[in-house]
């Protein structure tokens, strides 16, 4: 019985797949999701995306970025679905689609380019990703991968012990797009930004600027190599497509220079947002919850907009702070916890967490892959609402719990008007100073040592290049 239904469901997947149009080559394309589907998920993915980084507040770059997107949106193969724009306020540098015409650029991304025609190239691409429904694919296949092991489950008692670990590798197998996916997105990417006027040679100098950044982020959003596969070739390739469409007749018409692009970015917040946490000697302050936190040694601590994360004994436990929007009041957020977790309390008392009045929780959640000890803290803090929480196996709970313990109570009220007030980096955009290297002219602008290589980057250029007196250079200001 199991496994005719199994198979029934694998049939349906086939049909629903084989229904599904390539809006580029009018061919069948894998997924198993309609348009109104497809449109459904990215409504309710943006909504989670815009929760955990936050809209970036800059009306002009904002505007800049919705009506270029619309302009490529009305030259696309997929003109009739509403598109949408957003610049997110995170620092790393990205640019990422979702299904149904969701686009999202990072204010370290718009830092990044040094020309408009730059900025639009990736656009075009990522308008792309959406056109070729590469997000739907992806999702589509993911859900084969479920359906094929829920048949391995119900075929196999000995497959379904592992079947939590099949599906979570699956999952993490699809999380960025393929290289086929990334070069038909580049191709689209540089059919649409010439089509509307823009150089798209410009689009190859910037996979030139991202391949020169560190892999290794760190920060709460991948970076864009991480996400968009980056062939040795992909520079060479951009350029013999902008090549050949030029010897069809298509030439740049948008006299947009560096300097107009220049001049949208300056003054742009640049790094980590600081009102959402910064660390200090050791100590991580969140002005925004009006929190901070000093973790003992053998606690790293990571931070991102709606949450602190603290690893343990290196993996083996970890703590996490962060805001219930969900809940009006502690006592309410306790119970949707505890429902949520299917938490088997045994402990619910009254505490003081480092001076802050909080109900405190403990019990166990068990269930077939893991037996799992938790302690947890609800409380209302200059009226917001906060969880925290520390788990380990309970296996280990008695060497863990000490650890535990002493990362949830690093805790405490920030009452400092100085670290409730912190000033961001900014991004300036200066002259050059003389007739020199990049790196000369740099130094005379006070850019320390450590930073030089990072500011030839962020300007597109190498340390030993020339440059002129009175050229517009990006500087990072503290």
């Known amino acids: 019985m199991k496994k005719t239904a199994w198979l029934s469901a694998i049939m349906m997947v ?13 061919r069948s394309t894998f997924s198993i999701m309609s348009e109104a589907q497809e449109v459904s998920l990215g409504r309710q993915s943006h909504d989670t995306v815009i929760a955990q980084y936050g809209v970036f507040e800059d009306q002009e770059l904002s505007n800049l970025l919705r009506d270029r997107g619309q ?13 949408h724009f957003y610049v997110v306020d995170s620092p790393v540098v990205n640019a990422f689609a979702l299904p149904g015409g969701y686009v999202y ?3 370290g991304i718009l830092a990044h380019f040094n020309s408009e025609a730059e900025m639009i190239g990736v656009l075009g ?59 038909e997105s580049d191709r689209l990417g540089v059919q649409y930004t010439t089509s509307i006027g823009y ?11 991202i391949a020169r950044l560190s892999q290794g982020s760190g920060q709460d959003i991948p970076n864009f190599l991480s996400t968009h596969p980056n062939p040795d070739n992909r520079k060479e390739v951009i350029h013999a497509l902008v090549r050949d469409l030029e010897s069809q007749g298509y030439k740049p018409t948008i006299t947009s220079t560096r300097a107009d692009y220049l001049a949208k970015i300056d003054k742009l917040p640049f790094g980590e947002n600081p009102h959402f946490g910064y660390q200090e000697q050791g100590s991580l302050f969140v002005p925004a919850w009006r929190l901070m936190f000093q973790p003992t040694t053998g606690i790293r601590t990571q931070h991102q907009r709606n949450a602190v994360q603290m690893d343990i004994a290196e993996g083996k436990a970890m703590a996490v702070f962060t805001v219930d929007e969900k809940n009006g009041n502690a006592r309410q957020s306790m119970t949707n916890f ?21 109900l405190e929780l403990k019990g166990r959640v068990v269930d077939q892959a893991s ?51 912190p000033s961001a980096q900014k991004l300036r955009v200066l002259k050059a100073l003389k007739n020199d290297s990049l790196k000369a002219n740099l130094e005379a602008l006070h850019v320390a040592q450590d930073e030089l290589e990072q500011h030839a ?22």
């Open 105 to 107: 650029f990072t204010r």
């Open 371 to 421: 037996d799992l000890s938790v302690t947890a803290y609800f409380f209302e803090h200059h009226d917001q609402v906060f969880l925290a929480y520390g788990v380990s196996e309970t296996a280990q709970a008695a060497s863990m719990q000490p650890l535990i313990d002493k990362a949830l109570s690093s805790v405490s009220d920030l009452t400092d008007r100085t670290a409730l007030n």
């Open 14 to 26: 086939f049909f629903m797949w084989h229904c599904q149009k390539d809006y580029v080559t009018g």
């Open 457 to 478: 980057i962020l300007n597109g250029a190498q340390l030993a290049d020339p440059i002129k007196r009175g050229y517009l250079l990006k500087v990072v200001q503290h």
């Open 125 to 183: 691409h990522e308008v792309g990703h959406v056109v070729a429904r590469h997000g739907a694919e992806q999702y589509s296949r993911m859900t084969l991968a479920q359906v094929g092991l829920g048949l391995a489950s119900a075929l196999s008692e000995e497959f379904r012990k592992y079947s939590m670990f099949a599906e979570l590798g699956t999952s993490l197998l699809f999380l960025k797009f393929s290289r086929n996916q990334e070069s």
């Open 71 to 83: 302009k490529i949106a009305s030259v696309s193969h997929r003109p009739g679905i509403d598109y």
């Open 338 to 358: 505890a429902e949520q977790v299917k938490l088997d309390a045994q402990t619910a008392q009254n505490v003081r967490l480092s001076g802050i009045q909080a």
């Open 199 to 209: 150089d798209g040679h410009r689009m190859a100098d910037f996979f030139g600027t």
